[in-house]
């Protein structure tokens, strides 16, 4: 099929949400044990160049939980500040681990509505999530989970050496309105 694009810029507000991931203390040596023990079926070749997960992690309750609470904190972002109200489901859910001086290239996660990163385990030295497009740039925090829309472009910077990273990550649909 032949079509041409028009790149348009914007100048407009951007919520993140910020939230807790659910019982992050029972579940953070659960998803860096899994995490660890997963064979990287990735090999590198995604937009991330560190250790991954496959894709759908939902069968770990420790991941489902997380993937949950996104979709609900969508749903509820949508219910209280949009016309268009929404529930959410879990398109992707996946872990990864960066060590050292690995990163994540400059990405988007369309045609995902939202998506976001729970930051299980991210010492001081953890690289950033930064925003270019919008100049932001979010320190990971231990515990905390943020959404954002998905169309907004991002990297992971490298870590400081010796620093692992753990994360989980999610990308959610609208399934239905409400």
Not at 98 to 127: I, M, N, Q, R
Request: hydrophobic share 35%; charged share 25%; with cysteine.
């Amino acid at each position: 099929m032949k079509f041409d694009t028009i790149g348009i810029k914007t100048k407009h507000d951007i919520d993140v949400i910020v939230s807790s991931i659910p019982h992050y203390n029972l579940n953070k040596s659960k998803i860096i044990q899994i995490i660890d023990n997963e064979v990287d079926p990735h090999g590198k070749k995604t937009n991330l160049k560190c250790h991954m997960t496959k894709w759908d992690m939902s069968l770990h309750p420790s991941f489902a939980n997380i993937g949950d609470k996104a979709c609900e904190l969508a749903t509820s972002y949508t219910l209280l500040k949009k016309d268009h109200k929404r529930q959410f489901s879990i398109g992707a859910l996946w872990g990864a681990r960066y060590t050292g001086d690995e990163y994540a290239k400059e990405h988007d996660h369309y045609p995902a509505l939202w998506s976001g990163v729970a930051f299980v385990d991210c010492p001081e030295g953890s690289g950033a999530l930064v925003f270019p497009t919008c100049d932001y740039r979010h320190v990971p925090k231990n515990g905390e989970m943020i959404l954002v829309p998905s169309y907004l472009r991002h990297y992971v910077e490298p870590s400081a050496i010796g620093v692992r990273r753990y994360i989980v990550a999610y990308n959610i649909a609208a399934t239905k309105y409400l």
